[in-house]
């Protein structure tokens, strides 16, 4: 009988091992697929775990989650790597963006500058609209005034028709 007990526990402990074992290489291959694309679903897909899943080991396996910041890090260093290379060919405001994301505390100050200074010209456009309009206003007031001044008041085609019959 307490052979029996004792088979029993050997197979509950080695269905957990086992368990732990296939987990192991699951999160492992997250991993992996995280530290290449640097999407939480390709990586539990990846595992073949659900995300709900990878999410939780996150919290429950401190050693895991710093694995995971690790793979983010390699992440990051690619698209960083990559936004070099376009940054000699030209901007890429996509990847700038996603790496405003990925390290805020690295390239959080562009976005706030590029936020900063659309938002100065987006300022500066309303202004020189707004003065546009003004000039546009002034000039069809002076074209109106010179016209005014041109013609002749009633008076004046009084004065005119007088001068022209004395004549």
């Known amino acids: 009988m307490i052979t029996k007990k004792l088979k029993t526990n050997n197979n509950k402990l080695y269905k957990y091992e086992e368990q ?43 050693k895991f989650k710093k694995k995971w910041e690790e793979a983010h890090d390699n992440y990051m260093d690619s698209l960083e790597s990559i936004a070099l290379k376009r940054a000699k060919a030209g901007s890429d ?18 976005q706030q500058t590029f936020v900063q200074n659309n938002l100065n ?29 041109k013609i002749p008041t009633v008076l004046e085609l009084n004065n005119i028709e007088g001068e022209i019959n004395e004549n």
Do not use: W
Request: proline share 2%; hydrophobic share 30%; charged share 25%.
């Open 121 to 149: 010209v987006h300022e500066t456009i309303k202004e020189v609209s707004t003065l546009g309009k003004q000039i546009k206003q002034s000039l069809k007031d002076q074209q109106i005034q010179n016209i005014r001044n």
């Open 20 to 62: 732990t074992q296939r987990l192991y290489i699951s999160l492992k291959m997250c991993l992996r697929s995280y530290s290449k694309y640097g999407n939480y679903t390709k990586a539990s897909n990846a595992g073949g775990i659900t995300l709900r899943t990878l999410k939780d080991c996150l919290i429950k396996y401190p």
């Open 93 to 110: 405001t996509l990847l700038k963006f996603l790496m405003t994301a990925g390290r805020p505390e690295k390239f959080g100050r562009i």
